[in-house]
C-alpha cells in the first residue's frame, strides 16, 4: 500500500507541473505559488521546489516512527476498543478526557499526531493535486471559476480545502486502526 501511495503521489507532482504548463504557457502567468510570483523563480525554481518538496514529504511518511501510536495503543488496549471516541481521548491524551478539557487542558501526545499528520500528509497531497489538476485543465480550456480570482485569494482556498481533506483522511486512518484493534 505504500508503493501506491508514493506513485500516486509523485504522478499527481508531475501531473500539477504538466497542468501547469498547459494552463499558464512559459511565462506561468496566474501560477498561485508564492516562489513563482513574489520571487519570481520561474520553472526551473517551481521544479527545483517541486522536487524538493516532494523528497520532503516522503522522507517524512518513510522516516517517522510509529512507535508513539503503537505504545498508546498498547498500554490503553482494553480502553481503546471500547469506542471510537475512547480510541482517539486514549492515543491522543493517555486518559479520557472532555471535549473541553481536549481543547484547553489535556496534554496532547505530540508524537502520536505527528505520526499520523506525516502518515496521511501524501495521501490529503495527491487528492489536493487531483483538485489543482482538474483546475488546471479547465483554466486551460477556459471553464474555471477561480482563474477569475486573485492568486493570493486561490491560495487561501487551496488551504482550506486542504485542511477539511486532511481532517477527514485522518480521521479515516483512525477508524481504519481502531477497527484493526477492535477485532483483535
Not at 21 to 36: A, D, F, P, Q, Y
Not at 80 to 108: E, M, N, R, T, W
Not at 109 to 131: D, G, K, S, W
Amino acid at each position: 500500500m505504500e508503493r501506491k501511495i508514493v506513485l500516486f503521489f509523485i504522478l499527481t507532482r508531475v501531473g500539477d507541473l504538466a497542468s501547469t504548463t498547459l494552463s499558464s504557457g512559459k511565462h506561468l502567468i496566474g501560477e498561485s505559488n508564492v516562489l513563482v510570483r513574489k520571487l519570481n523563480f520561474g520553472w526551473l525554481g517551481l521544479s527545483l521546489a517541486n522536487a524538493l518538496f516532494v523528497t520532503l514529504v516522503l522522507l517524512a511518511f518513510f522516516y517517522v516512527k510509529k512507535n508513539a501510536l503503537l505504545k498508546a495503543e498498547l498500554t490503553n488496549k482494553v480502553e481503546c476498543g471500547k469506542s471510537f471516541s475512547k480510541y482517539c481521548q486514549y492515543i491522543f491524551f493517555g486518559k479520557a478526557v472532555s471535549l473541553i478539557d481536549s481543547l484547553f487542558k489535556a496534554k496532547l501526545n505530540h508524537r502520536v499526531y505527528i505520526y499520523i499528520l506525516f502518515r496521511t500528509l501524501p495521501v490529503v497531497l495527491t487528492i489536493v493535486n487531483l483538485l489543482i489538476i482538474t483546475n488546471n485543465i479547465l483554466v486551460w480550456q477556459g471553464y474555471s471559476i477561480l482563474s477569475k480570482i486573485h492568486p493570493d485569494n486561490v491560495i487561501h482556498i487551496n488551504v482550506l480545502i486542504s485542511l477539511c481533506i486532511m481532517i477527514i483522511a485522518q480521521i479515516y486512518f483512525l477508524m481504519l486502526r481502531y477497527n484493526r484493534i477492535k477485532r483483535q
